[in-house]
Nanobody, 125 residues
Framework: VQLQAYGGGLVQAGGFLRLSCVAS????????MGWFRQAPGKEREFVAA????????DYADSVKGRFTISRDNTKNTLYLQMNSLKPEDTAVYYC???????????????????WGQGTQVTVSS
């Protein structure tokens, strides 16, 4: 399983970005997926998760209403649309696959077994 995340960049507060994560080596539609982020000096934290079929979604309170997770199973691609960005959203963003042994989507770091390399998002004030 390989996950390749891209789409990060530098944006002003209030702006938007869309992150993508292309997956290979798995039956993508069978796997729940998640986005996490890690700011300098902080632990990696949950951002959003989505079920294999794309119906069930979960968001951290800090991004609810501003970020949207989605997926295109025909393209093996996971997305994170980020609107109304704030300086506190600055972090390296990682996509991750929920481990097959985990029954449902999860916010837990340890419930994800494969991770993308991360893409930097920087929001200036």
């Amino acid at each position: 399983v390989q996950l390749q995340a891209y789409g990060g960049g530098l944006v002003q507060a209030g702006g938007f970005l869309r992150l993508s994560c292309v997956a290979s080596g798995q039956i993508f539609s069978a796997d729940g997926m998640g986005w996490f982020r890690q700011a300098p000096g902080k632990e990696r934290e949950f951002v959003a998760a989505i079920s294999g079929g794309g119906v069930v979604k979960d968001y951290a309170d800090s991004v609810k209403g501003r970020f949207t997770i989605s997926r295109d199973n025909t393209k093996n691609t996971l997305y994170l649309q980020m609107n109304s960005l704030k300086p506190e959203d600055t972090a390296v963003y990682y996509c991750a696959r929920r481990a097959p042994s985990v029954y449902w989507i999860s916010r837990r770091f340890n419930d994800h077994d494969y991770w993308g390399q991360g893409t930097q998002v920087t929001v200036s004030s």
